[in-house]
């Protein structure tokens, strides 16, 4: 099984910009679609933004479009989310989902296909 470690969250100001980092153990991360979710204080996770196995698919929840960006680097097995211009009401916990049964060419917003989870990590964005 997949283990997945986050890394990258903290404090910032609003407009400033954050790296989300999700290391992922084993050889089969290339494999994998991967995506990010979060989840405020009192409030349901919600979908952020998901990739396809090789990285040519991409696709954004309309609240971050614009601003964030889902990338991965499959020799590290890393999927990484730039966030740029954040926003008080993108604070929340970030994690990041390892979706192997997932088709190749696919994204999906669904949580329930994706397997393995990361801890989480908070990013915490001031007014």
């Known amino acids: 099984q997949v283990q997945l470690v986050e890394s990258g969250g903290g404090l910032v100001q609003a407009g400033g910009s954050l790296r989300l980092s999700c290391a992922a153990s084993?050889?089969?991360?290339?494999?994998?679609?991967m995506g990010w979710f979060r989840q405020a204080p009192g409030k349901e996770r919600e979908f952020v933004a998901a990739?396809?196995?090789?990285?040519?698919?991409?696709y954004y929840a309309d609240s971050v479009k614009g601003r964030f960006t889902i990338s991965r680097d499959n020799d590290k097995n890393t999927v990484y989310l730039q966030m740029n211009s954040l926003k008080p009401e993108d604070t929340a916990v970030y994690y990041c989902?390892?979706?192997?049964?997932?088709?190749?060419?696919?994204?999906?917003?669904?949580?329930?296909?994706?397997?393995?989870w990361g801890q989480g990590t908070q990013v915490t964005v001031s007014s």
């Open positions: 084993g050889r089969t991360f290339s494999s994998y679609a």
């Open positions: 989902a390892a979706g192997p049964r997932i088709r190749a060419g696919i994204v999906t917003t669904n949580p329930h296909e994706y397997d393995y």
């Open positions: 990739i396809s196995w090789s990285g040519g698919r991409t």
